[in-house]
C-alpha cells in the first residue's frame, strides 16, 4: 500500500469518525472468511457498517479528530481490528454482537466501544452497552412517564361517570317504585 493510498484511508476513517458519534472497536482474529462475512451481513440488515483496517491508519485517524482525546482507546488497538459504525444508536452493535455470538461463542471480543465520546475499554462492557437505551427510546419513555397522569384522571373520570349514572339510575328507579 502506497503512501497516498494509506493517507486517502486515513482521511476517510477520520471522516467517519467525525460522521458517526458511535463506533465500536472488535477482534474478530480466529473467524474464518465465511464467518466474518456472515457478520458483515448481520451488520448490514442492522444498518451498521463493518470494515476491518489496521491498526496504525485507526491509530492516525483517531489523532486526527479535534475536542475528543482517543487515547484511552489505543491501548486496545493490536491484532486483528474491524470497526462497528452506527449513526443511530448507541446500543445497536453491541446487540448485534450478542446476536451473533449466539451462533459463534465469544467471537467477536469487543476492544472498545466509544458512544457520544464516552468510552468503554474491554470486553466485560458489552452487557452494559447493549442495555443502554438509544436516544428515540429514552424520548419515548419520558413521553410515556408525562402522559402516564393524565391517563389515569382520565380513566377515573370516565369510570367515575359510568358508576355516577349507574346510581342516578338506582335512585331514580327506588323514587318511582
Do not use: W
Amino acid at each position: 500500500m502506497t503512501r497516498e493510498e494509506k493517507a486517502q484511508i486515513i482521511e476517510e476513517l477520520s471522516h467517519k469518525f467525525t460522521d458517526h458519534t458511535h463506533f465500536y472497536i472488535t477482534d474478530a482474529g480466529g473467524l474464518t472468511v465465511a464467518q466474518v462475512n456472515a457478520f458483515r451481513r448481520l451488520c448490514y440488515k442492522s444498518g451498521i457498517e463493518y470494515k476491518v483496517y489496521k491498526n496504525t491508519l485507526i491509530r492516525k485517524a483517531l489523532e486526527k479528530q479535534e475536542g475528543v482525546d482517543y487515547s484511552p482507546i489505543f491501548g486496545t488497538l493490536h491484532g486483528f481490528s474491524g470497526v462497528l459504525f452506527s449513526k443511530e444508536a448507541g446500543n445497536l452493535p453491541a446487540r448485534v454482537i450478542k446476536e451473533f455470538r449466539k451462533k459463534l461463542e465469544g467471537k467477536p471480543v469487543l476492544k472498545a466501544a466509544s458512544i457520544d465520546s464516552d468510552f468503554f475499554i474491554g470486553d466485560e462492557n458489552l452487557n452494559t452497552l447493549s442495555d443502554l437505551k438509544s436516544k428515540n427510546e429514552l424520548i419515548g419513555d419520558v413521553i410515556a412517564l408525562l402522559q402516564s397522569p393524565a391517563k389515569n384522571v382520565l380513566s377515573a373520570l370516565l369510570s367515575g361517570k359510568q358508576t355516577v349514572a349507574g346510581l342516578v339510575k338506582a335512585l331514580e328507579e327506588r323514587g318511582t317504585k
